[in-house]
Protein backbone atom coordinates (compact mmCIF):
# COMPACT_ATOMS: atom_id res chain seq x y z
CA UNK A 1 0.00 0.00 0.00
CA UNK A 2 1.77 3.29 -1.21
CA UNK A 3 1.60 5.83 1.57
CA UNK A 4 0.79 9.55 0.63
CA UNK A 5 1.19 12.76 3.19
CA UNK A 6 0.05 15.91 1.10
CA UNK A 7 1.45 19.88 2.13
CA UNK A 8 0.98 22.82 0.44
CA UNK A 9 -2.56 23.89 0.76
CA UNK A 10 -3.85 27.37 2.16
CA UNK A 11 -6.22 30.23 1.45
CA UNK A 12 -5.29 32.08 -1.52
CA UNK A 13 -7.12 34.86 -3.28
CA UNK A 14 -8.78 34.81 -6.61
CA UNK A 15 -5.54 34.73 -9.18
CA UNK A 16 -3.20 33.72 -7.09
CA UNK A 17 -1.21 30.52 -7.00
CA UNK A 18 -0.74 27.59 -4.90
CA UNK A 19 1.79 24.25 -5.09
CA UNK A 20 1.01 21.30 -3.09
CA UNK A 21 2.93 18.38 -2.62
CA UNK A 22 2.76 14.94 -2.36
CA UNK A 23 5.50 12.81 -0.24
CA UNK A 24 5.26 9.08 -1.37
CA UNK A 25 6.45 6.12 -0.08
CA UNK A 26 6.76 5.31 -3.23
CA UNK A 27 6.06 5.86 -7.03
CA UNK A 28 3.39 3.74 -8.61
CA UNK A 29 2.06 3.25 -12.27
CA UNK A 30 -0.01 6.19 -11.94
CA UNK A 31 -0.14 8.87 -9.71
CA UNK A 32 -2.08 12.04 -9.39
CA UNK A 33 -5.02 14.55 -7.69
CA UNK A 34 -8.39 14.97 -7.14
CA UNK A 35 -10.53 16.91 -4.87
CA UNK A 36 -13.79 17.28 -3.61
CA UNK A 37 -15.63 20.61 -2.06
CA UNK A 38 -18.46 19.67 0.52
CA UNK A 39 -21.78 18.55 -1.14
CA UNK A 40 -19.60 17.90 -4.67
CA UNK A 41 -19.19 14.76 -6.05
CA UNK A 42 -15.07 13.91 -6.26
CA UNK A 43 -13.69 15.44 -9.05
CA UNK A 44 -10.22 14.27 -10.81
CA UNK A 45 -7.60 17.31 -11.49
CA UNK A 46 -4.74 15.39 -12.60
CA UNK A 47 -2.82 12.50 -13.16
CA UNK A 48 0.73 11.34 -14.25
CA UNK A 49 0.65 7.73 -15.89
CA UNK A 50 4.58 6.79 -15.52
CA UNK A 51 4.71 3.89 -18.12
CA UNK A 52 3.35 6.31 -20.84
CA UNK A 53 5.07 9.37 -19.88
CA UNK A 54 1.89 10.96 -19.95
CA UNK A 55 -0.48 13.37 -17.87
CA UNK A 56 -3.73 14.45 -17.69
CA UNK A 57 -6.33 16.73 -16.81
CA UNK A 58 -9.56 17.24 -15.95
CA UNK A 59 -11.12 19.75 -17.99
CA UNK A 60 -11.59 22.62 -15.75
CA UNK A 61 -8.08 23.23 -14.72
CA UNK A 62 -6.51 22.40 -17.90
CA UNK A 63 -4.43 25.35 -18.46
CA UNK A 64 -3.92 26.17 -15.24
CA UNK A 65 -2.83 23.34 -13.53
CA UNK A 66 0.40 21.22 -13.85
CA UNK A 67 1.49 18.06 -12.38
CA UNK A 68 4.99 17.01 -11.87
CA UNK A 69 7.38 14.71 -9.93
CA UNK A 70 10.36 14.47 -8.02
CA UNK A 71 11.73 11.09 -8.74
CA UNK A 72 14.77 11.37 -5.96
CA UNK A 73 12.08 12.58 -3.72
CA UNK A 74 9.08 10.17 -4.04
CA UNK A 75 7.44 13.80 -4.25
CA UNK A 76 4.31 14.69 -6.46
CA UNK A 77 3.54 18.26 -6.99
CA UNK A 78 0.65 19.95 -8.21
CA UNK A 79 1.48 23.79 -9.58
CA UNK A 80 -1.99 25.85 -9.61
CA UNK A 81 -2.24 28.86 -11.01
CA UNK A 82 -5.11 31.47 -12.05
CA UNK A 83 -7.21 29.77 -9.05
CA UNK A 84 -10.71 30.82 -8.86
CA UNK A 85 -13.47 30.55 -6.06
CA UNK A 86 -14.24 26.91 -7.42
CA UNK A 87 -11.08 25.48 -7.05
CA UNK A 88 -12.02 25.70 -3.24
CA UNK A 89 -11.94 21.96 -2.03
CA UNK A 90 -9.64 19.14 -0.32
CA UNK A 91 -6.98 18.16 -2.43
CA UNK A 92 -5.91 14.61 -2.17
CA UNK A 93 -2.92 13.16 -3.36
CA UNK A 94 -3.79 9.51 -5.18
CA UNK A 95 -2.32 6.64 -6.59
CA UNK A 96 -2.69 3.42 -8.21
CA UNK A 97 -1.28 0.19 -9.16
CA UNK A 98 -2.21 -0.04 -12.97
CA UNK A 99 -0.49 -0.62 -15.93
CA UNK A 100 -3.68 0.48 -17.96
CA UNK A 101 -3.74 3.94 -18.56
CA UNK A 102 -7.22 4.95 -19.12
CA UNK A 103 -7.10 3.75 -15.18
CA UNK A 104 -4.94 7.22 -15.41
CA UNK A 105 -7.09 8.75 -17.67
CA UNK A 106 -9.93 8.62 -15.76
CA UNK A 107 -8.66 9.09 -12.38
CA UNK A 108 -9.35 6.08 -10.95
CA UNK A 109 -7.29 5.77 -7.65
CA UNK A 110 -7.23 3.67 -5.37
CA UNK A 111 -5.54 4.92 -2.78
CA UNK A 112 -4.96 8.61 -1.41
CA UNK A 113 -4.13 10.89 1.45
CA UNK A 114 -5.43 12.57 3.96
CA UNK A 115 -5.94 15.54 1.76
CA UNK A 116 -5.13 19.26 1.81
CA UNK A 117 -7.40 22.27 1.97
CA UNK A 118 -7.51 25.00 -0.56
CA UNK A 119 -9.71 27.76 -0.11
CA UNK A 120 -9.63 30.40 -2.78
CA UNK A 121 -11.67 34.16 -2.00
CA UNK A 122 -12.61 36.64 -3.89
Known amino acids: QVELVESGGGSVQAGGSLRLSCVASEFTYCMGWFRQAPGKQREGVAS????????YYGDSVKGRFTISQDNDKNTLYLQMNSLEPEDTAMYYC??????????????????WGQGTQVTVSI
Open 94 to 111: AARRTTDGGNCRSFAFST
Open 48 to 55: FFFTGRTA
